[in-house]
């Protein structure tokens, strides 16, 4: 008898621990709300679908306020062409697919568009000893200089010597430098390779890749294949990102559920405030 309690009571215990344990895992297989062609595990399982005003269906990544597009990785010279290689494991679709939108609400929004698959969905800018770039927008937006009044959270400015190296985000300059006769210099284009070389005074090896498909329902998306060298690069930060960057899901959807809250009494208050001022 003694023993057929113990028994009970180590399956409840049992139970009650792979519950618990479910509740900081990442992990959704399958979403009705995905447009068709985007129901993917990459997505489901770290993002949640959201509604814009202007741009219909985005998706939204469960991630750290600060987060931002283009910032957890390295460029890397793929065929011929700067390629952006994401150490975030819905990188290889959202950075070579589509657009990405700020929305005041959520933050940095990505809108899917077709199946054109581009080594990175970014706008360039090359200035004197400077690279920026910034998540290509759609259709409507567009942004100012890096130095300009409310522009920083679009662009990543970086020195050119810092260019190429692992983790690229960390080099980012916060305020950069501006002026008439930077402006003079600014040119939307990619870097050059031999300028970049002459920068950071190593030559640039040239990376070879091929591309498999990934077939969906109604699209055919392509994923980057890495040499291994690349690929280590890219395991050697997946644990950072996952500790210091993703947000599980119960977590992150905790903390809309908040803000929601906060701006529904702000708004509450807001007749308030103008029946005291009359």
Not at 161 to 182: C, E, H, L, S, W
Not at 226 to 235: A, G, I, M, Y
């Amino acid at each position: 008898m003694k023993q057929q309690i113990s028994r009970l009571f180590y399956f409840l215990f049992l139970i009650m621990f792979i519950s618990g344990c479910g509740t900081i895992v990442y992990q959704s297989n399958t979403n009705d709300s995905a447009p068709p062609g985007y129901n993917l595990p990459d997505l489901n399982n770290y993002g949640e679908w959201v509604q814009t005003d202007n741009y219909g269906e985005g998706w939204h990544p469960y991630v750290v306020s600060s987060w931002a597009p283009f910032d957890n990785g390295y460029w890397s010279y793929v065929n011929g062409y700067w390629t952006w290689v994401s150490y975030e494991p819905f990188g290889w679709i959202v950075y070579h697919y589509g657009y990405w939108y700020y929305d005041s609400f959520y933050g940095w929004v990505w809108i899917p568009t077709d199946n054109i698959w581009s080594p990175a969905n970014v706008i360039w800018n090359d200035y004197g000893d400077y690279v920026s770039w910034a998540p290509l927008p759609p259709r409507g937006v567009s942004y100012g200089h890096p130095w300009e009044m409310n522009q920083a959270r679009y662009w990543h400015v970086v020195r050119m010597q810092d260019f190429t190296r692992d983790n690229v985000g960390m080099y980012r300059i916060d305020k950069p430098f501006g002026g008439a006769n930077v402006s003079r210099e600014f040119v939307g284009r990619a870097p050059d390779r031999q300028a970049v070389e002459k920068s950071t005074g190593k030559p640039i090896t040239v990376i070879r890749s091929e591309r498999s498909r990934v077939n969906t329902s109604t699209r055919n998306l392509e994923r980057m294949n890495l040499p291994q060298t690349e690929n280590k690069k890219v395991e050697q930060n997946t644990e950072r990102v996952r500790k210091d960057v993703l947000v599980p899901r119960n977590q992150y959807q905790k903390q809309e559920n908040e803000k929601k809250q906060q701006q529904q009494r702000e708004r509450k208050q807001e007749p308030k405030r103008e029946d005291h001022k009359n």
